[in-house]
C-alpha cells in the first residue's frame, strides 16, 4: 500500500491544495499538457463508490482502481484520505436552493424552516454522507454556502451574529440525528428482511410482554396512545422538534424586539 505523503503547508488560505483548487483558487498541480485525470473526476468516482457500495469501500486504492490509475497519482490532486472526504461530502450536499423572490415577504421562521427541510432532504437522499466524521469548521465551497443560506435567513431579525452561528449549529445538528437515525433504522430494516410496519409490530409487542403499568407506567401509556401506531405523518419528530426550536428562537426574537 503506498504511504501517503506528507501534506505541504498552502500559503494564504492555509487550505490544501486540494481544496483550494475546489475553490478555483488553483488550476491543477504540475505544469505540461492537460491531464486527464482530474480532481473532479476522482470525486465524482469517489462519491460514485459511496453511493453504490456505502464509505466503508471508499479508499485512495478502491478510486484509483475505478479510475484506472495508479494509487500514487491521486495524491498529486488530493494528498490524505481525509481531504477526498471533505471534498466528497461538499459533491454530496450541492449547492443550496437560493433565497425565494419573495424572500422579503416571508418570515425568518419560514425561511429557516425551509433552509432545515433542504438540508435533511439531501442528507435522506445521500446518507453516505452522515458516514463522513466531522472533524472541523466548513470550509468548502457548497458547505460554506449551507451555512450563509442559513444565516441570511435571520437577516431581519434582532439576534446578534453569534447567536445566529449557534441557531444554525442547533439546526443542523437536530437535521444531521434524525436523518442518521432514521438511516441506521433503514439500514437495520432492510437487513431484517421485513417491513418497517412489521419491525413496528414486532417492538410493540415485545414492549407489552417487557413492561406493565406496575413497572414502567409512563411506557404502558405510551402503548396504549397512537404513537407507535403510524397516525401521524412521516415526518411528525422531525417537524415537531423542528418547530420546538423555532418557537424558543422566536421567543427570543420577540424579547429582543421589544422596545
Not at 468516482?45 to 484506472?68: N, Y
Not at 424552516?113 to 432532504?121: E, L, P, T
Amino acid at each position: 500500500m503506498a504511504k501517503e505523503p506528507e501534506r505541504e503547508p498552502v500559503e494564504g488560505t492555509g487550505l490544501p491544495a486540494s481544496l483550494e483548487m475546489a475553490w478555483g483558487l488553483r488550476e491543477r498541480p504540475g505544469k505540461g499538457p492537460r491531464p486527464t485525470l482530474t480532481l473532479a473526476r476522482i470525486v465524482d468516482a469517489a462519491v460514485s463508490l459511496a453511493a453504490t457500495e456505502g464509505m466503508d469501500a471508499v479508499s485512495m486504492g478502491r478510486v484509483a482502481k475505478e479510475l484506472g490509475v495508479s494509487t500514487m497519482s491521486l495524491y498529486r490532486y488530493v494528498t490524505a484520505k481525509e481531504e477526498l472526504y471533505i471534498l466528497m461530502s461538499d459533491a454530496g450536499v450541492g449547492t443550496p436552493p437560493p433565497l425565494p423572490p419573495d424572500a422579503d415577504g416571508r418570515s425568518w421562521r419560514e425561511l429557516l424552516s425551509d433552509w432545515a427541510y433542504a438540508q435533511r432532504a439531501v442528507l435522506m437522499a445521500n446518507s453516505w454522507i452522515l458516514r463522513i466524521p466531522i472533524t472541523g469548521a466548513p470550509v468548502s465551497p457548497n458547505q460554506l454556502a449551507w451555512m450563509d443560506r442559513g444565516l441570511a435567513a435571520m437577516a431581519g431579525t434582532a439576534l446578534r451574529e453569534s447567536e445566529k452561528l449557534s441557531t444554525i449549529i442547533l439546526i443542523g445538528g437536530l437535521v444531521r440525528n434524525e436523518a442518521t437515525m432514521a438511516a441506521d433504522m433503514m439500514e437495520a430494516i432492510v437487513k431484517s428482511g421485513v417491513s418497517p410496519d412489521q419491525v413496528v409490530g414486532q417492538y410493540v409487542r415485545m414492549l407489552r410482554l417487557l413492561t406493565g403499568p406496575d413497572t414502567h407506567p409512563a411506557v404502558t401509556r405510551l402503548l396504549e396512545s397512537d404513537a407507535f401506531t403510524g397516525s401521524d405523518e412521516p415526518d411528525f419528530q422531525f417537524r415537531f422538534a423542528l418547530g420546538r426550536l423555532l418557537d424558543g428562537l422566536a421567543e427570543l426574537i420577540s424579547e429582543r424586539s421589544t422596545p
